[in-house]
């Protein structure tokens, strides 16, 4: 059990973490979502002490990190893939976590082959690829056979076939009872990967559940296809819904339901080919909640030259 116990995290004047409270449980993939600056990385920082908390605490079955003689037979992390010594090779890497960590050095040939980079093991990190690291860095959070395992951004850098590898390891770790914590950017792919959300913005919990609740409440869009795209176009604009053009001559509408926009485009004499109503997908109501915690953005009034 990985508990973050209404945890406070400052840099000076600077509030990373906000009283953040929540609990990420065994047994599930569970995604840690938030935009740029929210405090997703400081928060994972704290559970594995790199950093101290100014209030609270982040737990790890009942315990701070700062209290397990040999932490990686708890908890294993990746959180930056190229925070690694270059001049060592991937075998000296590892061969060095288990000795501090009291873990047979044989334990370091069956995680670089299980991830894939046993072929390389005697190369310099210095010279290895964003990919690559990543795969080592996960080696070295499986070194201890931890119960607890935290990935922030662990996809970065893969290719198609590593991402699905990436997908298939979690649903494993968690099948077999391990708490599997994972930080990412990727909307599509904590959609298909991750059993549990948690979104935070500006260092606060935003709310939790499971991709299937988060969505089921959201409002979504209709796909429209019309004889006259223009005109059922002006029409609902009139009822101040939202109209994008989609594909296949189609219109992509938010803010009436289907039957509101078979209704209007009837009562106007402009026949409709298809209503298509379009679940809210975790991207859509990522974007929803997170709108006012944003450090950065953009402005639709902005000029380019």
Excluded: C
Excluded at 109 to 130: I, M, N, P, T
Excluded at 197 to 204: D, L, T
Excluded at 277 to 304: C, K
């Amino acid at each position: 059990m990985l508990k973050i116990d209404h945890l406070t995290k400052r840099y000076g004047d600077t509030l990373a973490v906000n009283d953040l409270d929540f609990e990420v449980t065994p047994g599930v993939v569970t995604g840690f979502l938030g935009p740029n600056g929210s405090g997703k990385s400081t928060t994972m920082r704290v559970i594995i002490g790199l950093d101290r908390p100014t209030k609270g605490r982040a737990t790890i079955n009942g315990k701070t990190y700062d209290q397990f003689k040999s932490p990686l037979h708890e908890v294993g992390a990746l959180l930056d893939a190229k925070a690694l010594d270059p001049a060592r090779s991937a075998r000296n890497h590892l061969r060095a976590l288990a000795l501090a960590n009291r873990i047979p050095v044989t334990r370091v040939d069956e995680v670089l082959e299980f991830v894939g980079v046993a072929s390389v093991a005697h190369k310099r990190v210095g010279g290895f690829s964003l990919g690559m690291s990543q795969r080592l860095g996960i080696a070295g959070a499986l070194l201890g056979d931890p119960g607890i395992l935290l990935f922030d951004e662990p996809v970065n850098g893969l290719d198609p076939e590593g991402i699905r590898w990436i997908r298939d390891f979690f649903r494993s770790l968690a099948k077999e009872g391990r708490t599997v914590f994972v930080s990412s950017h990727l909307m599509s792919e904590m959609a298909v990967s991750a059993d549990q959300i948690i979104v935070i913005g500006r260092g606060k919990f935003i709310t939790s559940g499971s991709v299937d609740e988060l969505t089921a409440t959201a409002t979504g869009t209709v796909f429209v296809r019309s004889t006259d795209v223009g005109g059922l176009t002006r029409v609902l604009s009139d009822l101040h819904a939202g109209v994008v053009p989609a594909n296949d001559e189609g219109l992509s509408v938010s803010g009436l339901t289907s039957d509101q926009i078979g209704e209007a485009a009837f009562a106007a004499g402009i026949t409709v080919w298809e209503l298509t109503p379009q679940r809210a997908s975790l991207e859509d109501v990522f974007m929803d909640l997170t709108a006012d915690s944003l450090e950065y953005g953009h402005s639709s009034n902005v000029v380019v030259p």
